[in-house]
């Protein structure tokens, strides 16, 4: 009996641990301007002082792999938001270092064009060089060059877009077993990393054919990885028969954060008037209508949806797009401000207690495809970029209701 008792001592207490929120209460939670820019600068200084690249070298050596374009993507948009010269003077100087250039090329071709949020947000911060292509092949490079005066800063991601489409597979499915498929959307992630990038660029180019393309890739990825009856998304067709230790399907927190993040982005970019702009809204409102119902008592999205009782601890990524959704979906009347506010206000907290006194933000699951336990000490830079998604859209909600 005692060691029974002893046991279920050792458990209460390890769980008390693992749950027990980072540094809590260093930084506020109130819904204030200044609170929200004081924690994301605290986590954009120390992310800054801390990034994986050195790590990666083989991989990702400019900035240019998808979870730095993730960062710097939405690090852009934070900067444009708190007008921090500092912040743009950095990631400007990353992609003229860079020569504006995507991912090298990968399996997955998806990922290669995260990166061009960040150039795409620059331009539009300082659309000087009006004189776009809609295809690389109209240009000889040297004209380019000598028109210019320089390297055209948008030409490396049109050339990759234009190259993407138009060597794309047919295929038939997307069965994630099958390398060939690799090359389309054929995993949930992709949604975030391709679409929202052709999505914005159709707008700077005025060349349509991109967002067709997108709308096309994007609901032929939705029929086969949308589960109807769970409204949530199966990262990949491999997880179709998989199930958790309580018998539950295997829905993958970030990867559905993914989702409803890139969903976000793209009604940021599309035309008021597109025909499948309600469609899209549709998607986004089933979504989250599934997912605030497995929000945990602390505000967290954990790694495994569905079975929080073998994966317990919190997950800042998915919390983090998933919060980024929520205040994103108020701000602009896709989700009502009366039936979600708690779930954002209580996402948003659960976010500035996982931030370390240094800035650190942490419980982010380190790149994967799957449910795993974090601790609380796991930092990863798409983690930061949630945070200041979700930071961004909150400080609008603030400052849209101060002027009721």
């Given at each position: 009996?005692?060691?029974?008792?002893?046991?279920k001592?050792?458990?209460?207490?390890?769980?008390?641990?693992?749950l027990q929120?980072?540094?809590?209460k260093?930084?506020?939670?109130?819904?204030?301007?200044?609170?929200i820019?004081?924690?994301?600068?605290?986590?954009?200084?120390w992310?800054?002082?801390?990034?994986?690249t050195?790590?990666?070298?083989?991989?990702n050596?400019?900035?240019?792999?998808w979870?730095?374009?993730?960062?710097?993507?939405?690090?852009?948009d934070?900067?444009?938001?708190?007008?921090?010269?500092?912040?743009?003077?950095?990631?400007?100087?990353?992609?003229?270092?860079n020569?504006w250039?995507?991912?090298?090329?990968?399996?997955?071709p998806?990922?290669?064009?995260?990166?061009?949020?960040?150039?795409g947000?620059i331009?539009l911060?300082?659309?000087?060089?009006?004189?776009?292509?809609?295809s690389?092949?109209d240009w000889?490079?040297?004209?380019?060059?000598?028109?210019?005066?320089g390297?055209?800063?948008?030409i490396p991601?049109?050339?990759?877009?234009?190259?993407q489409m138009?060597?794309?597979?047919?295929?038939?499915?997307?069965?994630?077993?099958?390398?060939?498929?690799?090359?389309?959307?054929s995993?949930?992630d992709a949604l975030?990393?391709a679409?929202?990038?052709?999505?914005?660029?159709?707008?700077?180019?005025?060349?349509?054919?991109?967002r067709?393309?997108?709308?096309r890739?994007?609901w032929f990825?939705?029929e086969?990885?949308?589960?109807?009856?769970?409204?949530?998304f199966?990262?990949?067709?491999r997880?179709?028969?998989m199930?958790?230790?309580?018998?539950?399907?295997?829905?993958?927190g970030?990867?559905n954060?993914?989702?409803?993040?890139a969903?976000a982005r793209?009604?940021?970019?599309?035309p008021?008037?597109?025909?499948?702009?309600?469609?899209?809204?549709?998607?986004?409102?089933?979504?989250?209508?599934?997912?605030?119902?497995?929000?945990?008592?602390?505000?967290?999205?954990h790694?495994?949806?569905?079975?929080?009782?073998k994966?317990?601890?919190?997950?800042?990524?998915?919390?983090?797009?998933?919060?980024?959704?929520l205040?994103?979906g108020?701000?602009?009347?896709?989700l009502?401000?009366?039936?979600?506010?708690?779930?954002?206000?209580?996402?948003w907290?659960?976010?500035?207690?996982?931030?370390?006194?240094?800035?650190?933000?942490?419980y982010?699951?380190?790149i994967?495809?799957?449910p795993?336990?974090?601790s609380k000490?796991?930092?990863?830079v798409?983690g930061?970029?949630?945070?200041m998604m979700?930071?961004l859209?909150?400080?609008?909600y603030?400052?849209?209701?101060?002027?009721k």
């Open positions: 009996m005692t060691l029974k008792i002893s046991f001592v050792f458990l209460g207490a390890l769980l008390l641990f693992i929120p980072v540094d809590a260093v930084y506020s939670d109130d819904l204030k301007t200044i609170e820019r004081k924690v994301v600068n605290k986590a954009i200084s992310q800054r002082e801390n990034m994986p050195k790590d990666r070298e083989i991989w050596p400019q900035f240019t792999g979870s730095d374009g993730v960062f710097f993507g939405a690090l852009a934070w900067a444009e938001y708190d007008n921090s010269l500092k912040i743009r003077e950095w990631y400007e100087s990353i992609a003229e270092k020569r250039q995507v991912s090298s090329p990968t399996l997955n998806a990922n290669d064009i995260a990166v061009s949020l960040m150039y947000r331009w911060n300082n659309p000087q060089k009006k004189i776009l292509v809609n690389v092949d000889e490079i040297e004209t380019v060059k000598k028109l210019f005066g390297w055209i800063s948008l991601t049109i050339e990759r877009l234009d190259y138009k060597y794309y597979p047919e295929t038939s499915d997307l069965s994630f077993k099958n390398p060939e498929n690799h090359q389309r959307w995993w949930c975030y990393m679409a929202p990038t052709y999505a914005l660029f159709a707008n700077i180019t005025g060349n349509d054919d991109y067709e393309f997108m709308n890739e994007f990825t939705t086969m990885l949308y589960d109807t009856q769970e409204h949530l199966f990262r990949d067709t997880f179709f028969t199930k958790e230790a309580n018998g539950a399907k295997v829905f993958w970030r990867g954060g993914w989702v409803v993040a969903i793209i009604l940021q970019y599309l008021a008037d597109y025909p499948d702009r309600p469609r899209y809204e549709k998607l986004f409102s089933e979504l989250m209508a599934r997912l605030v119902t497995l929000q945990d008592s602390k505000g967290y999205w790694t495994s949806l569905l079975d929080t009782v994966y317990v601890s919190p997950e800042t990524s998915a919390t983090g797009f998933i919060s980024y959704a205040w994103w108020i701000n602009n009347g896709v009502s401000e009366k039936d979600y506010l708690p779930y954002a206000k209580k996402s907290s659960a976010m500035v207690s996982a931030v370390h006194k240094n800035g650190k933000l942490g982010v699951q380190p994967g495809d799957a795993e336990n974090i000490d796991k930092n990863e798409y930061t970029a949630a945070l979700a930071g859209e909150a400080a609008k603030v400052s849209k209701s101060t002027q």
